[in-house]
């Protein structure tokens, strides 16, 4: 009889080993598959959201060529604040160097662009080219590669 329990015991005990085993390995597989799923998500989302403001900024070299400066300024007005949406998350993925830069160049263009007349547009879409390259630096610097990951 006793046999017989010590069997049954060592069967119950080879079960729990099991499956504490894969127990303990579940979470670090999570977390090896959660993390690069994350940095694939950021990389989209940081490309997505640049891509838009990107537009947003073609549309206002746009509007600038046209000598529309009011239409220009309030299109310029309505990106900006689209960024600052988004400023404190890209604050915390992003390098800081780049994010500042880039909120550097929307503050000249909305200077530029609320004082502009015929004199200084070369110098407003100067600006928007130089915000638009950064906005497109920002978006390379998060993409999921391997270029970023070495």
């Known amino acids: 009889m006793k046999d017989k329990n010590n069997k049954n015991n060592n069967k119950i005990k080879s079960r729990r080993g099991t ?84 909120e550097e160049l929307y503050n000249r263009c909305l200077y530029l662009a609320e004082n502009n007349n015929n004199n200084n547009i070369n110098a407003f879409l100067s600006e928007l080219s130089g915000l638009r390259g950064q906005l497109k630096e920002l978006s390379q610097t998060e993409k999921f590669s391997i270029e970023n990951i070495l």
């Open 19 to 102: 499956s504490g085993f894969w127990r303990e390995i579940a979470a670090p597989i999570f977390i090896l598959i959660l993390i690069p799923a994350l940095c694939v998500w950021n990389g989209r989302k940081i490309a997505h959201d640049t891509q838009r403001w990107i537009d947003q900024i073609q549309t206002v070299e746009n509007l600038s060529r046209q000598n529309n400066f009011n239409a220009a300024f309030l299109t310029l007005s309505n990106s900006y604040q689209d960024w600052l949406k988004a400023r404190t998350y890209l604050h915390i993925v992003c390098r800081h160097d780049a994010v500042d830069n880039a």
